[in-house]
């Protein structure tokens, strides 16, 4: 698979049935390896590895409805009372990161009103805070650490 602009990972990949199958750790099963897939496993890494991310409060390929129709986020971060604070669309290395990819991540947010947005195709990741007392946002030089999300109080 292509080099992503983040650390190199080790993954369980294997063929079945000519198609090239990549273990995902948090759906518990082996899924089809496709581009936007790869970028998927290697972010979610990145969150783990470097971020310190919980595993525990990471859902991947997350069920919501947007107008009544049933949606799947690429990935959602919880907090540990169950309310999501990062929602992340992960595309292909090759598909240009446009308004239509921050579009779709802001028509999720519209039910699950989160903190931090997250859009990244492996090369370039974007992430933006999301201030709803001011009903404002702000571009973040960098993806938050764990820490940073989840302040100690």
Same mark, same amino acid.
């Given at each position: 698979?292509?080099?992503?602009?983040?650390?190199?990972?080790?993954?369980?990949?294997?063929? !079945?049935?000519?198609?090239?199958?990549?273990?995902?750790?948090?759906?518990?099963?082996?899924?089809?390896?496709?581009?936007?897939?790869?970028?998927?496993? $290697?972010?979610?890494?990145?969150? @783990?590895?470097?971020?310190?991310?919980?595993?525990? @409060?990471? *859902?991947?390929?997350?069920? @919501? !409805?947007?107008? #009544? $129709?049933?949606?799947?986020?690429?990935? *959602?971060?919880?907090?540990?009372?169950?309310?999501?604070?990062?929602?992340?669309?992960?595309?292909?290395?090759?598909?240009?990161?446009?308004?239509?990819?921050?579009?779709?991540?802001?028509?999720?947010?519209?039910?699950?009103?989160?903190?931090?947005?997250?859009?990244? #195709?492996?090369?370039?990741?974007?992430?933006?805070?999301?201030?709803?007392?001011? #009903? $404002?946002?702000?571009?973040?030089?960098?993806?938050?650490?764990?820490?940073?999300?989840?302040?100690?109080?």
């Amino acid at each position: 698979m292509q080099k992503l602009n983040l650390p190199e990972y080790s993954f369980r990949i294997k063929t !079945k049935e000519g198609k090239s199958m990549i273990f995902d750790s948090f759906r518990k099963k082996f899924v089809r390896l496709t581009p936007e897939e790869w970028v998927r496993q $290697n972010f979610v890494q990145f969150l @783990l590895n470097e971020k310190n991310y919980s595993p525990s @409060l990471i *859902v991947v390929e997350a069920g @919501l !409805k947007v107008n #009544n $129709n049933p949606q799947r986020a690429d990935l *959602v971060v919880f907090d540990r009372s169950g309310n999501p604070v990062l929602v992340a669309e992960f595309k292909a290395p090759e598909v240009k990161i446009s308004q239509d990819t921050f579009d779709q991540i802001v028509r999720y947010n519209m039910q699950l009103k989160v903190k931090f947005l997250i859009v990244s #195709n492996g090369l370039n990741h974007y992430c933006c805070q999301i201030n709803y007392t001011s #009903n $404002n946002y702000a571009f973040l030089p960098e993806i938050p650490d764990f820490i940073d999300v989840f302040p100690m109080v």
